[in-house]
Each structure stands twice: as structure tokens, then as C-alpha cells.
């Protein structure tokens, strides 16, 4: 069936350093890959998507290149703030379909 | 407001009651989704309507829920006889048309607590 598979959290980082978050999916055809972002307290915000293979989405200094020889969509931000702190969501949804299908979240703590 | 909203934010029910959820899409947006989201866990999908209908309702669990849309617009989220594994935070959605790859804009949600 499809599913994604995020790395577990809490991932805890310093101001400044880099970040990774690790995403893979299993899907048949081609699906659109989205990262979804929580803020504590708040909705949840789309990030970034990429549609089709080697796209890469980028939205406030995260990025994310669809892999689809490796099946993953790791989300990368060079420099993390205090302000990124939140739950990251990865989701895909199958061509031809409009359900979002989620991980089950990365908890993203930054430290002053 | 140009958002998705949902009421009420938070509603506390005893088991065996009856709860409606509402949900407030983005204006002109054709569709409309439920998911629910266990503490924990990533949202999943419950329903999804194309204007006024349930064009895939496999996402409900059981038949104590239901959801209406009977104008296209607002959207009711039903649940019968709630039992405590109902407690959850039950999200709604909208997108412009429902085609594959369209942006799905979240409303805050609305926690469920059955005791």
C-alpha cells in the first residue's frame, strides 16, 4: 500500500546548524510529495511540494528534491532558527488521487 | 476571513453523546476534506466531497459517522453514540479543485475529548 515514513523526533539542534529530516514513501505511479509544517499552537501549513521526479520544492530557506531512484523527499534548511521550531509533517498523495496520505511527524526543537 | 475555519476549537463530550463538528472552506474552493489526527500520529483521511456530494466517503470508520455539505460550501462532520476512541482532533481541508498535487489548506481543528 502507500505510506510514508518520516524519522522519529524530537530532533534538538542549535541556532544555526543544519538540518535534515529524513522522508520516504512507498507508492504506486507517481505521486506529488508536500511537507507540512505545525506550529505549536497553530494549523497545519503547507511547507513545500514537488510534483514530479528531481523537482525540488523550496519555501523560507527549507528545500526538498523528489528522489524517486531512492524514493525519498528529505527536507534540508542550511541555517535553522528558533522561529522553525514546530511538528514536520511529510505527505504524498497518488497520481490521480486527492488524499493526502501522512508520516507520522518529526518534532523540531531549536535552542537559542 | 480568508482561511479555513472550524467550531468549536475544542468540545467535550460524555460517551454515548451525540457531537457536530462545522468547517468553514476557503471561498470558491470546490473541495472539501475531513481527517483526523490521534495525539502522535499524522492526519488521515476521513472524507472527501466534490461540491455538494461524498465523492469517497472510505476513510470514515464505522457507521456512527457521517458528514454533510448541502450546499457546497459548509461542511458538518456527524458523529453518533461517540465512544472515548473518538477522541482525537479532527482537522478539515480545502482545495481549489481536488485534482491530484493541489494544495490542501488546513483549518486549525477542533479536539475532541469523549470521557
Known amino acids: 500500500g502507500n505510506s510514508v515514513t518520516q524519522m522519529e523526533g524530537p530532533v534538538t539542534l542549535s541556532e544555526e546548524a543544519f538540518l535534515t529530516i529524513n522522508c520516504t514513501y512507498t507508492a504506486t505511479g507517481y505521486p506529488s510529495l508536500f511537507w507540512y509544517v505545525q506550529y505549536p499552537g497553530e494549523g497545519l501549513q503547507l511547507l513545500l511540494k514537488?510534483?514530479?521526479?528531481?523537482d525540488k520544492g523550496s519555501n523560507k530557506g527549507f528545500e526538498a528534491t523528489y528522489r524517486k531512484e531512492t524514493t525519498s523527499f528529505h527536507l534540508e534548511k542550511g541555517s535553522v532558527q528558533v522561529s522553525d521550531s514546530a511538528v514536520y509533517f511529510c505527505a504524498l498523495n497518488r497520481d490521480s488521487s486527492y488524499k493526502l496520505i501522512f508520516g507520522s511527524g518529526t518534532r523540531l526543537l531549536v535552542r537559542p | 476571513g480568508a482561511g479555513v475555519s472550524q467550531t468549536p476549537s475544542n468540545k467535550v463530550t460524555e460517551k454515548g453523546k451525540y457531537v457536530e463538528l462545522r468547517c468553514d472552506p476557503i471561498?470558491?474552493?470546490?473541495?472539501l476534506y475531513w481527517y483526523r489526527q490521534s495525539l502522535g500520529q499524522g492526519p488521515e483521511f476521513l472524507i472527501y466531497?466534490?461540491?455538494?456530494?461524498?465523492?469517497?466517503d472510505s476513510g470514515l470508520p464505522n457507521d456512527r459517522f457521517f458528514a454533510v455539505r448541502p450546499e457546497g460550501s459548509v461542511s458538518t462532520l456527524k458523529i453518533q453514540r461517540t465512544e472515548r476512541g473518538d477522541s482525537a482532533v479532527y482537522l478539515c481541508?480545502?482545495?481549489?479543485?481536488?485534482?491530484?498535487?493541489?494544495?490542501?489548506?488546513f483549518g486549525p481543528g477542533t479536539r475532541l475529548t469523549v470521557l
Open positions: 514537488a510534483t514530479k521526479a528531481d
Open positions: 481541508a480545502s482545495s481549489i479543485s481536488g485534482r491530484a498535487g493541489d494544495t490542501q489548506y
Open positions: 471561498s470558491g474552493h470546490t473541495a
Open positions: 466531497f466534490q461540491g455538494t456530494g461524498a465523492a469517497d
